[in-house]
């Protein structure tokens, strides 16, 4: 029980370095009991800063066009440049326009995760159960977020599942198992080893967490985001009866409910954002990371990543959802979702609307498709002021677009558009305008299939793990 846990970061996780071993830590935590190991996976797992980790996946989504002022000065910057490349889904993305390196951190961060969550689960399985059930609850909680971060892992640097055999050789992320650090040098599971994994955890997490002391609150893990995660791994897979039992399940216990038409208007003020921790839809949140992608993405005057036109354009006038402040600000050019000083909640939020969604898109796939536009409406039906949103769709194919637009709609910003593009096998196009006043741009284009659509490792682990396999990515199409 005494097991010294370092909080360390796992930046040399999957690589091979013989120095990381002569790492020295001065600050150590030796949790005794299981109440430090509950503040532990809540300040090491849950809480803890990522930076400017994930940014990538809004920039390469087409969530994100780009904005240049319409007028150039001396003290007029072009803030885009660090995320250029990943913007136009580069061969690789990690180096600038200048040739400067900008290395994807989310690697080492989830894989820190995953170990931290290897080391807690071992020590934690020590203890006797107890009457409260905390040891329940902590085994629900890091199974859950040990899913999780393989599956942002696998969703980011892995193959997407096309199919059952395709799956069973498809390049998937190394699996770490270990509860110590170990310089060793780490190969990739198949696509359906990691797959097989995350439902595995996920599954055992859904049964300690309902035997386990309920905390009732969208700060640790619960049963509402592990059932999330399942209904996204059973779609991602094409298990759509899985699906759609998830979701029943999920929808029936929760407590949480759609963000109503009244609470959608209140967010016209600027200090009360969507995404905040007493709106009833959010299910679960973490990480600390910086609000908004690039640098000063506020200022006027600069260059910067902004709402992309088509993604405007998808909304009706009366949508709340397109309102000043609700999503972006008047101008169109500042996100309005976060707010890290006022929403009171992190940075990556999972809400109840998905599950909806979720349940639609397996009902759709199914051809079941009247069910899907049934909870399509659900949501849709209180994101227009008046309260009379209702699609008519006449067939699978006119589902399946309206799920698509208004999935899209309603998670825009959320990091879950980039995942469904790939899987869904999207094409799609990224206007660049050129820093200068002619309006004059150029368009990348990411085909549908693209091998892009896998992310290239780190620059520092493509440097050290010479047995690891590289994704085979292509040079960007451009007009």
């Not at 532990?40 to 920039?59: D, K, R």
């Not at 059932?227 to 899985?242: A, G, V």
Request: with cysteine.
């Amino acid at each position: 029980m005494k097991q010294i846990v370092y909080i360390i970061s796992l930046y040399f996780m999957c690589i091979s370095c013989s120095d990381f071993l002569d790492y020295k830590d001065n600050d150590k935590v030796i949790p005794d009991e299981l109440d430090q190991y509950s503040e532990l996976v809540l300040g090491e797992l849950i809480q803890q800063s990522m930076g400017a980790s994930c940014y990538n996946l809004w920039i390469m989504s087409d969530d994100f066009g780009t904005f240049v002022p319409s007028w150039i000065g001396d003290r007029t910057v072009d803030t885009r440049e660090s995320y250029q490349n990943w913007y136009g889904w580069a061969k690789e993305s990690q180096i600038t326009p200048k040739g400067d390196e900008k290395i994807d951190p989310a690697w080492e961060h989830f894989y820190h995760k995953v170990l931290m969550c290897n080391i807690i689960e071992a020590d934690v399985n020590k203890f006797a159960d107890d009457a409260e059930g905390v040891k329940h609850r902590l085994l629900g909680e890091v199974q859950a977020l040990r899913a999780m971060s393989y599956w942002y892992l696998l969703n980011m640097y892995g193959e997407p599942y096309r199919g059952e055999e395709q799956a069973r050789t498809a390049m998937g992320v190394p699996i770490n198992k270990e509860t110590s650090i170990k310089d060793e040098l780490y190969e990739r599971a198949t696509l359906r080893e990691v797959y097989g994994l995350i439902e595995e955890n996920l599954k055992s997490a859904l049964q300690h967490l309902e035997q386990g002391e309920q905390k009732n609150t969208i700060f640790r893990p619960n049963k509402d985001v592990v059932r999330l995660f399942l209904s996204r791994i059973y779609l991602e897979q094409k298990r759509y009866d899985d699906v759609i039992t998830v979701c029943n399940d999920a929808l029936k216990e929760t407590m949480r409910t759609i963000i109503p038409v009244s609470e959608m208007l209140t967010y016209q003020d600027s200090q009360k954002p969507m995404l905040n921790k007493d709106n009833n839809s959010m299910i679960f949140s973490w990480f600390n990371r910086d609000g908004y992608p690039g640098s000063s993405v506020s200022d006027y005057s600069s260059g910067r990543y902004c709402p992309a036109e088509d993604l405007v354009a998808l909304f009706v006038s009366n949508d709340i959802r397109k309102y000043p402040n609700v999503s972006w600000d008047g101008n169109k050019h500042n996100i309005r979702k976060y707010g890290a000083s006022t929403s009171g909640c992190g940075d990556m939020n999972y809400r109840v609307e998905e599950i909806y969604f979720n349940r639609a898109e397996a009902y759709i796939e199914k051809g079941e498709w009247k069910l899907g536009m049934k909870d399509i409406n659900e949501v849709y039906s209180k994101r227009l002021e008046d309260g009379s949103g209702h699609l008519e769709a006449t067939n699978v194919d006119d589902a399946r677009t309206y799920l698509r637009n208004e999935k899209r709609k309603e998670f825009c910003f959320e990091d879950i558009r980039w995942f469904d593009i790939r899987r869904w096998g999207l094409v799609i196009e990224h206007k660049f305008y050129n820093f200068s006043m002619d309006g004059t741009y150029f368009t990348y284009i990411l085909e549908a299939e693209s091998p892009n659509y896998v992310l290239p490792l780190p620059l520092d682990i493509q440097r050290r793990n010479y047995k690891i396999e590289q994704p085979k990515r292509v040079e960007i199409q451009t007009k």
